[in-house]
């Protein structure tokens, strides 16, 4: 990724190779299946789809040009896994929400796909790449993200046809994973933790991966809020929560 850009083989090598859904999150650990079920991740992926398409046009807004967030992939990982299988030096995202619902998830980005992103807004063409960032790359960074993820809030307002509100989201960066906030604030969530992976294209520009992650019980207060109790057993009911899922993501099309 010496341009900034992923070449396919890596693309795909992140969004299947060492993160495919077969493979184990350790070795003895509990199967995915048991600690969510198909419908939840389904339901979570509509959410993130929904969620992400709403900040992708913002950020096309925001720096000039088509954006696209592709459709997630959803499972499960530890944090050793995720800090693993993302090892670029990064920035983390801290997404807290205030109303409507509780919790909180965070994003994960390389910090040269960052400096792509501030470089866009402050009318640069996005070559002037660096995983040294300034102060003020990091505001500019932060500004993009609280729009971004205000947006997707509003997209989940209508969702869930309640207010949801965020408080402005914390940057952080680290060179160190051991040592970083990164790593201390996911070791302080439940595990394993619901890993989101978006594939984020900027016309001509970037091309690259980009990570949410949020503690299980969230995720699934979450599929809760959305489907009631067609989330709490599959079965008979599984077909008509599939329906709803296809109705919420109309519902938020339409406004």
Partial sequence: MGNGMLSQEEIDALLSGSLDDDSPLEEDSTPEEEIISVLEKDA????????????????????????????????????????????????????????????????????????????????????????SLSEIQISGISEAMNQMMGSAATSMSTVFSS??????PTVIQSDNVEDSELFEILSSMDEPLVRIQFRMVIEGVLDSILLQVMPIDFAKEMVQNLLGPMSRSQG??????????QKTEIKAKET
């Fill in 163 to 168: 207010v949801i509100d965020i408080t402005p």
């Fill in 236 to 245: 008979g009911n599984e077909g008509a929560a599939s329906q709803e899922i």
């Fill in 44 to 131: 979570i992926g509509e959410l993130a789809n929904i969620s992400m398409g709403t900040a992708a046009t913002t950020l096309s807004q925001l720096v000039g040009k088509r954006v696209e967030i592709t459709t997630p992939k959803v499972d499960l990982a530890t944090v050793r896994q995720i800090v693993d299988d993302y090892p670029v030096p990064y920035l983390l995202v801290d997404v807290r929400y205030k109303r409507g619902i509780k919790g909180s998830n965070m994003l994960v980005l390389s910090r040269e796909d960052g400096s792509v992103i501030v470089d866009l807004m402050m009318g640069g063409t996005g070559t002037n790449r660096t995983t």
